[in-house]
């Protein structure tokens, strides 16, 4: 049974104790239905023009990694960055009629919009609400590019509508090669093998298909990458990227340390934050904005290594370069929902 445990939220004035053990977490789902607007511009240099267009359809993610950039979101809405993020979802259920209302003024200018960055786009709700689905099927009436980032199978559902998208690139976040190893991080999402076999059958629909190694936590997964990237060819992807682990806000950063702390063994937990804190110049946070996706020292530039050989062995085309999947993974949220 998994119990409430929230950091504090910076942007609370109160907060609340509780007496004893927190009470168990339970599933809430609230609909947000007056929703006005369902585009975010966010800056990301990767991108021609400096900005990148995202669409998330929920907040919040019953994924639960514990490294997830998107806890501090849910800070922002007055709840907690740790179970609350994982059990309090807000859902947007006229995402699709916002889309289709703002791209019928837009879509002429519309580069490119990305399904991720505040949720997984197929969370587990997504089976019955349907709401990315939907929003995929405005985008192909259109013919606005997309690309989507998950780590849920529940996207092979949607390949009627993936392959009448006018360009589309699906990539598959996965930085852990085996379920054991992905646990302690990801305690709730589908497990590696389950990932690897919905690229094959995305790959199979003739969709571009990637793998992001992200994050790559020093001290614990950077053994996995060759695997992660054999297996992802085999399975048809044909770009590859990664990052390193940022822990972007102090709640964050609680949340993640205290996750460890209860399911990987002391010396476990020693290693990856001495490791980290060697990368970050002594803390377990990055100093700047620049700093958020790369490590400092050596190892990283053999981790670094690691990757691009691995993947120009393979052939991946276009892998993207860490230094450039740092940007292209941590846009700045310019507004947020
Ligand atoms: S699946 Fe993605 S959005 Fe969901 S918790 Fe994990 S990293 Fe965050």
Redo the contacts with the bound molecule.
Sequence with gaps: MRHIVNPLNPYNKYSAEYVGEPPPTKLEVFEEIATKKVITKAFASDRDGGWRYTVNCYRG?I???TY?F?RQYHEYLGYGAGTDFETKIVVKPNAPARLREELKKSHNKMPHLDFSFA??PY?PLEASYELTRKCLDVCAEFQVPVAVIT?APLITRDLDILTRLKKVSVFF?LPFLTKEKSNPF?PY?PVPDARFRAMKIIAEAGITVGIGIAPVIPGYNESDIPGLLEKAKVSGATRAFMSMLHLDTDSIEEYFVQKMHERLPPTRVNKIINTIKRERGGSLRHHSYKERGVGKTKQWEMTRKLFEFHSRRLGFMDHIKPEDALVSQAPFQQSLF
């Design positions: 993610c994924h639960g990694c997830c998107a949720t997984d969370l780590k976040s990801e999402t």
